[in-house]
């Protein structure tokens, strides 16, 4: 396992953006799958968007596609989740996750054995 760091939530407007960040110490985290998750009020938590090891594959949720994109820098061992034209439904704590046993990108949260804190992201209307 390894210890993961996010932030860059906040409040945003309807139709605003936000780059969340993920950030580990690991020297293997480049091997790893990273996902993002979030849990509304009252929800289960849920898929977002994932990424393979290199940045070579990425999948998303359909409820983000086209708005959110997820990246990589494996240099600085980071992660990132640039999220536009943001709706109050996009309202959650906001989750990156690694998989150590996966290289590539996965949508299931059991494929995945590292967490974040968690980053509060709420959108008014």
């Known amino acids: 396992q390894v210890q993961l760091v996010e932030s860059g939530g906040g409040l945003v407007q309807a139709g605003g953006s936000l780059r969340l960040s993920c950030a580990t110490s690991a020297r293997t985290f480049s091997n790893y799958a990273v996902g993002w998750f979030r849990q509304a009020p009252g929800k289960e938590r849920a898929f977002v968007a994932a990424?393979?090891?290199?940045?070579?594959?990425?999948i998303y949720d359909d409820s983000v596609k086209g708005r959110f994109t997820i990246s990589r820098d494996n240099a600085k061992k980071s992660a990132y989740l640039q999220m536009n034209s943001l709706k109050p439904e996009d309202t959650a704590v906001y989750y990156c996750?690694?998989?150590?046993?996966?290289?590539?990108?996965?949508?299931?949260?059991?494929?995945?054995?590292?967490w974040g804190q968690g980053t509060q992201v709420t959108v008014s209307s």
């Open positions: 990424i393979s090891w290199n940045g070579g594959s990425t």
């Open positions: 996750a690694a998989a150590s046993g996966w290289n590539s990108a996965q949508s299931s949260q059991r494929r995945y054995d590292s």
